[in-house]
């Protein structure tokens, strides 16, 4: 019976030393081959020519190395580009590169399909199928950049966790993706630069701010009324808002960084004057921002974009009451490649 080979990319690189050394070989050489792995992004063992042919012989008998694939990738109108990256075990998920005059953001996903039920969210609709391992979020970013080097000459200068899936669902693997994206043999991003979006779990809220994370954090509100968000994020009703405000106040406690507040407003959903005030209120809690999301329709009509009337209505009073309100525009709208548009199509 054939042997399951372990992914070499689940070992740290102290695993790595310890393993050369069972071995009978240099602690250093693991840190030879981790570097291949991670700075240089080795698809095979075979391109880890600064080892001798053994030792790639022998690391092959052991191990493979799972990289993501990109299948196919569709550049939107806009410059926006999405990827849809196949798995190891055949899964796919997507990410995007958004580019803007200034900044490159990669927007990458979490989990295959997701764990929540958003009503608006194409990717709800997909099952949750499993959580992705910290190396496959990596290359998703590291795929990114290299397309942003290609098509913008740049580096990747931001990194969003809006892609799909609820990344505090899937809390260990992305605190573990993100110590490589930061670290000086990933891509030396710093975690200023790095924004996990929520949809708010509480108990794990406070956990990041525990464990004293240096990214930032946005919380998909929507509704700052519990019946309305629990009518289009049904999970709201496990995690009720005065759960979310408690955690938040945690967090800002901890961290003294300010949240941002991702908002869309939807046709007689949360358009009126209460939803308003409930947000309003809601933005007295902890040091916030308000970003003001276009809805991207997702097929059958039942959510309709408020009307510009409704969302000066928003914006004029959060700016009466000192809150910072930015309209954020959708990108690579074409290619369904948008907030809350990412669902395999393709
Ligand atoms: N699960 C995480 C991250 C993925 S969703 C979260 O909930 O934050 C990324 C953002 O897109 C969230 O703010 C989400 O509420 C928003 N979104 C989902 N569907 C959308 C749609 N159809 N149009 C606009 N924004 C949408």
Redo the contacts with the bound molecule.
């Keep these: 019976m054939e042997v399951k080979k372990k992914d070499i990319r689940a070992l740290s690189k102290e695993e790595l030393r310890d393993f050369f050394v069972t071995n009978g070989d240099k602690a250093f050489r693991g840190n030879q081959v981790y570097e291949w792995l991670w700075t240089k992004s080795a698809h095979s063992f075979d391109d880890m020519t600064s080892l001798s042919k053994d030792t790639r012989q022998m690391l092959d008998q052991n191990f493979v190395i799972n990289h993501i694939k990109v299948d196919t990738m569709q550049r939107s109108k806009d410059g926006t580009v999405k990827n849809a990256v196949r798995l190891h075990d055949g899964l796919v998920v997507e990410s995007v590169l958004i580019p803007t005059k200034t900044r490159t953001t990669a927007c990458v996903s979490s989990q295959v399909g997701?764990s929540?039920d958003?009503r608006?969210?194409?990717t709800s609709r997909l099952k949750r199928m499993r959580n992705l391992n910290p190396d496959e979020i990596y290359d998703q970013v590291a795929a990114i950049n290299k397309e942003s080097l290609l098509y913008h000459n740049r580096k990747l200068s931001n990194i969003v966790?809006?892609?799909m899936?609820?990344?505090l669902m899937n809390y260990n693997n992305v605190i573990k993706s993100i110590e490589k994206i930061t670290s000086p043999e990933g891509l030396g991003m710093s975690p200023k630069r790095i924004t996990v979006?929520?949809?708010g779990v509480p108990k794990i809220i406070k956990k990041m701010a525990d464990d004293d994370v240096k990214f930032n954090l946005?919380v998909?509100l929507?509704s700052a009324i519990d019946a309305v968000r629990t009518s289009i994020m049904p999970f709201n009703a496990t995690f009720p808002l005065k759960d979310l405000k408690e955690s938040l106040e945690y967090w800002y406690e901890k961290t003294q960084r300010m949240i941002t507040y991702?908002y869309?407003v939807w046709g007689g959903i949360n358009d009126k004057k209460e939803d308003i005030n409930a947000l309003i209120q809601f933005c007295k809690y902890v040091p916030c921002k308000v970003n003001l999301?276009?809805?991207?329709p997702?097929d059958d009509g039942e959510f309709q974009q408020a009307s510009p009337e409704a969302i000066n209505n928003y914006i004029s009073n959060l700016e009466m009451h000192d809150i910072v309100v930015n309209v954020r525009r959708s990108r690579g709208k074409d290619i369904d490649a948008?907030?809350?548009?990412l669902a395999n199509k393709s």
Excluded: D, K, R, W
């Design positions: 997701c929540l958003c608006f969210c194409a966790f809006m892609g899936g609820e990344p979006s929520t949809s946005a998909s929507h991702e869309v999301i276009e809805y991207n997702i948008a907030c809350g548009q």
